[in-house]
Nanobody, 115 residues
Framework: QVDLVESGGGLVQPGGSLRLTCSTS????????MDWYRQAQGKQRELVAS???????EYADSVRGRFTISRDNAKEKAFLEMNNLKPEDTAVYYC?????????WGQGIQVTVSS
């Protein structure tokens, strides 16, 4: 059973930074692509960033240049470094993976950007 657990969210002022961590278990992490999604209140869930098993990365236009996705295969964790945060980044952030053709999700973690 694949288990994904997000941590590192919270309240931050505009211009600030946060680092989200996705801790995984129940999967061969080194062969899995990892994604970060977010869902703002009243909006659809959107893909924020992806990293493949070969470390290729992709970003949504709205976060490119501010967010960085990375992974640590030894610790079986994925990360989302978020810099220069804006109020419009406020959302619940989800770690996700399409492992063995099954989409798995974490429980989500709140990120609030406000002064």
């Amino acid at each position: 059973q694949v288990d994904l657990v997000e941590s590192g969210g919270g309240l931050v002022q505009p211009g600030g930074s946060l680092r989200l961590t996705c801790s995984t278990s129940g999967m061969r992490f080194n062969i899995a692509g990892m994604d970060w999604y977010r869902q703002a209140q009243g909006k659809q869930r959107e893909l924020v960033a992806s990293i493949t098993s070969g470390w290729n990365t992709e970003y949504a236009d709205s976060v490119r240049g501010r967010f960085t996705i990375s992974r640590d295969n030894a610790k079986e964790k994925a990360f989302l470094e978020m810099n220069n945060l804006k109020p419009e980044d406020t959302a619940v952030y989800y770690c996700s993976t399409n492992y063995l053709n099954i989409r798995n999700w974490g429980q989500g973690i709140q990120v609030t950007v406000s002064s």
